[in-house]
């Protein structure tokens, strides 16, 4: 026994050292430039993933690598243009790390192809353009709480934070959405734990994601022994409102579970919960945190963007004659400034910032060579696009620090247009593009245009920009900072609202 365990350890040893000197010289990506740290191992990404600016340190890297650049031993990242439109790529089994039990699925993390067409026509008929006719109401309403908020905030001149105000809006949305329940996020602090909740879940992703030896270790197997986790707390939220939703009839509300119930049948109350609640698990960040993001990053810019608030200001104002009449219609489609300030938000500050790891689909072996930006994929490499850097990629987007909504109006002819379009890639594309694109920017619209119509802002502190003296990205005070934590997460911009004499009683 006491030799075994010597030998043991040696013979490891050796493996290492083979598999480290394999991946340095024989490995078929040995050609692309990369850190070298990265090309040893995927704890190299573990690492920043845990640090949380894992899409800066990929930006700054392409600036040394080059476009086409190897970040793991066998995971390669383009910055060229989105890679997502091709049928021949699917979602890498990294996407496991998303995965609550083995044999469970959600649409986010589903890799058969047939049960993702299935999923997506489910969630399809609840995110559609078409359900957001009969869901407007509801959100109307949750965004007239926000309303009264600034409102309240306004009167006693206390700055609101918005991160925290338009998170808590999003979740209330999906949570009627979802479930047709009132979480009350806005107007109570019992749920508030929630937004700690994903938070906390989708950095656990990035990590393991990342770093895929990680999804082994799970961390929640652990946390959910422990009767008061935010695990646990999640589980027995959800358990409420499935049961609440359940106690009336199914086809009372249109929402998310009523949808999924109704295409079930008798199976639903004894066998599929389960799969409602790992797809609940996913809709509560998809809908509530990403649309969080672009809001915020679109009043931060705002409030530091004079020329562009007027713009937006005199277009809101010149295209309603009340605060009641926006909402979803010709009108608002009509306000294209509008549109253009939610995309520019969207590209300085991608609401998922990092890489979205691809690999080859099943049964794609790789002869009929797969490229991309000119460079074959060996079979078995994952590979993506950093939609921060590709955001920031001055080939595409020129002067990409700066703020200028009016690059989406003016592009100078249609094939300028067409590598914009190219290079956007806020909601994914292809047939993994964001399911929930017309609700996203439905939302957006309505938060920005009826805020501009009731009241003027403007910035209360520095609080959402970068640090002045720092060093790269995290120095630019300017740019609205956030965390990679898969969705991204923010704090700020302080605002300082100021109510419209000539709007705002109609608010009262
Ligand atoms: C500004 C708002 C939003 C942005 C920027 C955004 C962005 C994205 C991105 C980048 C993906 C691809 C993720 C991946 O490939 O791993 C995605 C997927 C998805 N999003 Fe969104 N999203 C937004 C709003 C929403 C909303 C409001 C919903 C609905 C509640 C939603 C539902 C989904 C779903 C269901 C998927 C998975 C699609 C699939 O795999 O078929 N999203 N979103």
């Given at each position: ?8 350890a ?6 290492i ?6 991946r ?6 040995t050609?692309f ?8 191992t ?8 845990l640090?949380?600016?894992i ?7 392409h600036?040394?690598?080059?476009h086409?650049?190897?970040y793991?031993?066998?995971r ?7 890679i ?14 998303a ?9 986010f ?6 049960m993702?067409?299935a ?21 109307l ?10 409102m ?5 001149s ?6 925290p ?5 999003g979740?209330?949305i999906?949570?009627?959405l ?34 895929p ?12 022994l ?14 409420t ?13 249109h929402?998310?579970l ?5 295409s079930m ?20 960040p998809a809908g ?8 915020s ?7 530091r963007n004079?020329?562009c ?12 004659a ?12 009509s306000c294209?400034?509008l ?5 520019e ?6 609401s ?22 000119g ?8 590979f993506g ?10 080939e595409?987007?020129?002067?990409p ?8 109006l003016e592009?100078k ?21 964001c ?6 920017y ?9 805020t ?6 403007e910035?209360?502190?520095?609080l ?5 003296g ?9 740019l609205?900072?956030v965390?990679?934590?898969f969705?991204a ?9 100021i ?10």
């Open positions: 026994m006491e030799k075994v365990i010597p030998t043991a040696l013979a490891f040893t050796i493996y050292l083979c598999l480290l000197g394999y340095l010289t024989l490995h078929p990506l050609k430039p990369g850190p070298l740290i990265a090309k040893l995927n704890g190299f990404g573990g690492f920043y993933a640090r949380k600016d899409h800066l340190k990929i930006y700054e890297d600036m040394t690598y080059g086409a650049m190897r793991g031993p066998d390669l990242i383009f910055n060229t243009e989105t997502y439109n091709s049928d021949r790529v699917t979602k890498s089994h990294v996407y496991r790390a995965q609550q039990h083995p044999d469970q699925y959600n649409i993390n589903v890799r058969d192809r047939g993702h067409r999923k997506r026509r489910l969630i399809g008929q609840v995110v559609s353009e078409k359900s957001m006719r009969s869901f407007e109401p509801v959100m309403q949750q965004i007239d709480v926000l309303l009264l908020k600034l309240k905030a306004s009167a006693s206390v700055p609101v934070n918005i991160t105000a338009v998170r808590q809006l979740i209330d999906v949570g009627h979802g479930f047709g329940y009132d979480l009350k996020m806005q107007t109570e602090e019992t749920n508030h734990w929630l937004m700690k909740a994903f938070y906390l879940g989708d950095w656990r992703i990035n990590v393991c994601m990342q770093w030896l990680l999804t082994w270790i799970r961390p929640e197997v652990i946390s959910g422990m009767p008061n986790s935010i695990r646990a707390r999640l589980f027995d939220l959800l358990d409102m499935i049961k609440a939703r359940l106690s009336q009839k199914i086809d009372s509300k929402d998310l009523g949808v999924i119930a109704g049948g008798d199976d639903f109350k004894s066998l599929r919960q389960q799969e409602l609640w790992t797809e609940a698990l996913f809709f509560f509530g945190e990403t649309t969080a993001t672009a809001i990053a679109a009043f931060f810019y705002l409030s004079r020329e608030y007027d713009k937006l200001a005199e277009e809101i104002r010149s295209s309603f009340s605060g009641s009449e926006i909402r979803q219609g010709p009108q608002l489609a294209r400034y549109r253009a300030v939610i995309d938000s969207l590209r300085m500050c991608p998922v910032p990092g890489v979205l790891w691809r690999e080859l689909v099943n049964g794609d072996d790789g002869t009929d060579p797969f490229i991309v930006d460079h074959v994929i060996p079979k078995g490499t994952q696009v950093n939609i921060f850097s590709l955001h920031h990629n001055e595409i987007f020129p002067k620090f700066e703020f200028r909504p009016e690059r989406w592009a002819d249609e094939e300028a247009r067409k590598i914009m379009d190219r290079g956007f890639a806020a909601f994914s594309t292809g047939s993994r593009g399911a929930g694109k017309p609700m996203g439905l939302e957006c619209s309505l938060v920005l245009a009826k501009l119509w009731y009241f003027d802002f910035k209360a502190s520095d959402g920009g970068g640090v002045p720092l060093p790269g990205i995290r120095g630019r005070t300017n609205f900072q965390d990679d934590t969705a997460t923010h704090n700020g911009p302080n605002l300082k609202f109510p419209r004499p000539e709007a705002s009683h109609e608010l009262n």
